[in-house]
């Protein structure tokens, strides 16, 4: 038997679970080791630094992060906003929901472990968010869309679901007023449908008028 494939997964989860839950300070390479039911100088054969092992974990996470069939179809088929957008916030409503580990480790990358985290997020998720990014560019330059920097647009769906149920919380003291993921998806499409057709729903309005 492979003791490496048997270990490295087991290490990988505690480490996750510490992480995720103590920060990258707060969490110790002996409690990982301990939760792993490894021996701590076994571990550091295979990360030999805390640093490699926080690394390791956001990326064992990562790699559960997979663009949808369905939205990668709809957008390289140059689908409607309407189509679109809406199974863009369901891939992102999902990976917020099922992964909250990975949320949790990406914000304590972000504040604890910025550098190696930016690069770590480029590699696994940047394909992803530039996919969108490219599509709301095409779709601004097709007339279908505003044209806002499709940079900062794609920043704004990830911040939506990101940053929304905090925020929430914090102004209501309540969670979000969502009974499932399908109605969370529906909110956060139709508020950025509606900002995105805006303009182009008044220019068709217009149009239409001096037709009549």
């Not at 990982?32 to 630094?49: C, G, N, Q």
């Not at 990562?62 to 189509?83: F, I, S, Y």
């Not at 099922?98 to 394909?127: A, D, F, K, N, Q």
């Not at 900002?195 to 009549?212: H, M, P, S, Y």
């Amino acid at each position: 038997m492979d003791t490496r494939k048997t270990l490295e997964p087991r290490i990988l989860e505690a480490a996750v679970r510490l992480f995720s839950r103590h920060g990258y300070h707060g969490a110790s390479t002996r409690e990982i080791a301990k939760l792993a039911d490894v021996h701590e100088t076994s571990m550091f054969r295979y990360f030999p630094r805390k640093e490699d092992l926080f690394c390791a974990a956001l990326e064992f996470r990562l790699q559960r992060v997979r663009m949808r069939k369905e939205l990668q179809a709809a957008m390289t088929e140059g689908a409607r906003p309407e189509t679109v957008i809406p199974l863009i916030f369901e891939q992102l409503v999902q990976i917020m929901s099922y992964e909250p580990e990975l949320v949790r480790l990406l914000s304590i990358g972000w504040l604890e472990m910025r550098p190696v985290t930016e690069r770590i997020c480029r590699e696994h998720l940047g394909p992803i968010l530039s996919a969108i990014s490219d599509y709301v560019a095409s779709s601004a330059k097709e007339g279908k869309l505003r044209e806002l920097d499709p940079s900062h647009v794609t920043a704004a769906f990830v911040s939506t679901v990101l940053v929304h149920e905090g925020l929430h919380e914090l102004l209501t003291g309540q969670g979000l007023p969502y009974r499932n993921t399908g109605e969370a998806v529906s909110a956060y499409s139709n508020f950025w449908l509606d900002a995105l057709l805006r303009v182009q729903k008044a220019l068709w309005a217009e149009q239409g008028e001096k037709l009549g």
